[in-house]
Nanobody
Framework: QLVESGGGLVQAGGSLRLSCAAS????????LGWFRQAPGQERKFVAA?????????YYTESVKGRFTISRDDAKNTVYLQMSAMKPEDTAVYSC???????????????????WGQGTQVTVSS
């Protein structure tokens, strides 16, 4: 089970940190990702991080240099630190997990078997 928290309303240029807490014992063997879905749009990839021991990170171009994904295996939690936020970052953000590596692409929704419910992030201009 994945449970997100940390969403809310922030002004453009501000920062938020999202958290996603996972239950279960296999957290350190999971690849983890963040996706977002804006109203009327499909869910899109934001960032991902490899399983412990392979902490490669991946970002969509529009968030590079502004967002940072990280994981704390002692807390079974993955984070998304967001800074220099823009109104176009407004969306429901969901975390996702798949054991070892995503099925296929790091960037595809279909690559991840487990999903959280999502948390709303709204950036005002």
């Amino acid at each position: 089970q994945l449970v997100e928290s940390g969403g809310g309303l922030v002004q453009a240029g501000g920062s938020l940190r999202l958290s996603c807490a996972a239950s279960g014992r296999a957290f350190n063997t999971c690849a983890l990702g963040w996706f977002r879905q804006a109203p009327g749009q499909e869910r899109k990839f934001v960032a991902a991080i490899g399983w412990t021991g392979n902490n490669s990170t991946y970002y969509t171009e529009s968030v590079k240099g502004r967002f940072t994904i990280s994981r704390d295996d002692a807390k079974n939690t993955v984070y998304l630190q967001m800074s220099a936020m823009k109104p176009e970052d407004t969306a429901v953000y969901s975390c996702a997990a798949n054991q070892w590596s995503p099925n296929g692409s790091w960037y595809a929704v279909a690559g991840y078997a487990f999903w959280g419910q999502g948390t709303q992030v709204t950036v005002s201009s």
